[in-house]
């Protein structure tokens, strides 16, 4: 649908949000210990923040859950019932405050898991999903989504995205029939627009994604890979913090005659990612698994998905507990 422009009052933004609350669960930052920034359900409008430059955890969760089961199942003697999970009782949630570069993560994980067979887990998620991103008015140097084709006032993903105004006001952008039914049902809330202009940080180009893409092509067995992966010790905060990594596991648990199938997150760069049962591991070494998170990343998915894997959130770098720098690494790998 074309695009509506509209304008909403700060003061208007609580009765907004209170609005939101009542036929939905809302999913908003909030400030924690440890100048942490989390996610939480339904907190009071008092307590979301907003002027946080990222969360510490992406919000992926919300159409990918960290564990989410598959199935469950009855076993006998004889047989086993497969009992199918309700996916008609997901709810309808609301994700307010996210960033342009988490709600862009969106179509990143649809190209994903809607990339040969659609996954009904995801897709009900989504289609059951209503994003009020939040244009970025601060960055530091973590950031880099303007490197990976993004904005820090992108508007993909998002289906109403608001950009602050120096008066506190808002720019209202309403992108999809999802926003234009929030806009329907309160109309009193949203003005017609002013020509001041959005308040919104500068985020500098450090490489480009596709030189990277094109250098990576022939750069499989370079010596970069071992040069640059010394310091990492393969926790996996980075792929636990990423918007876009979509690695799973899927196990079964049994107790007594009933169980569940179900699958949780996952990661290429731990050890057992790819460990055989005969004991042969494809990626023995750290220097292979740091290869494969970004050869995924900027090759084999623009390749395969016609998507980059990556938003600039910076979340990897600045969750790295051994400063594994993925733009300087992405800067260095275009010059080699």
């Given at each position: 649908m074309e695009t509506t422009r509209k304008l909403i009052r700060k003061?208007?933004?609580?009765k907004l949000y209170t609005h939101l609350l009542a036929g939905n669960k809302v999913y908003a930052p909030v400030n924690a210990s440890n100048n942490q920034v989390e996610y939480k359900y339904n907190p009071p409008f008092a307590e979301v923040a907003s002027e946080h430059i990222r969360s510490t955890l992406s919000v992926k969760n919300l159409?990918?859950?960290k564990?989410?089961?598959?199935?469950?199942?009855?076993n006998n003697r004889t047989e086993s019932t497969i009992i199918d999970i309700e996916l008609y009782k997901i709810p309808q949630v609301v994700l307010w405050g996210a960033h342009p570069c988490d709600n862009a993560a969106f179509d990143i994980l649809r190209s994903i898991f809607c990339w040969d067979i659609k996954d009904e887990f995801f897709t009900q998620r989504v289609e059951k999903l209503t994003v009020i991103g939040f244009a970025c008015h601060k960055s530091d140097d973590y950031c880099f989504c303007t490197s990976t084709g993004l904005a820090p006032d992108?508007?993909?993903?998002?289906?109403?995205?608001?950009?602050r105004l120096q008066s506190g006001d808002y720019v209202a952008d309403i992108?999809?029939?999802k926003g234009n039914a929030i806009l329907t049902a309160c109309p009193a809330l949203f003005e017609e627009p002013t020509d001041e202009k959005?308040?919104?940080?500068?985020v500098k180009v450090k490489f480009s994604h596709e030189q990277v893409t094109a250098k990576l092509a022939n750069a499989f067995e370079h010596p970069f890979w071992i040069e640059n992966s010394l310091r990492c010790i393969g926790c996996g905060a980075c792929a636990y913090v990423c918007p876009t990594c979509a690695c799973f596991d899927i196990q079964d648990e049994t107790k007594g005659k009933n169980g569940k199938r179900y699958r949780s997150w996952d990661s290429c760069g731990f050890g057992l990612f790819t460990l055989h049962t005969s004991g042969h591991n494809p990626r023995h070494v750290q220097s292979q698994r740091w290869r494969q998170r970004i050869m995924h990343k900027f090759s084999y998915m623009p390749d395969r998905n016609e998507s980059l894997g990556c938003v600039g959130c910076g979340r990897c770098s600045s969750g790295c507990p051994v400063d594994m720098n993925i733009s300087e690494q992405l800067e260095a790998l275009q010059n080699i």
């Open positions: 003061q208007s933004l609580e159409v990918f859950p564990v989410e089961n598959l199935f469950l199942f009855t992108s508007q993909k993903g998002s289906d109403i995205l608001l950009s992108l999809t029939e959005p308040v919104i940080t500068e």
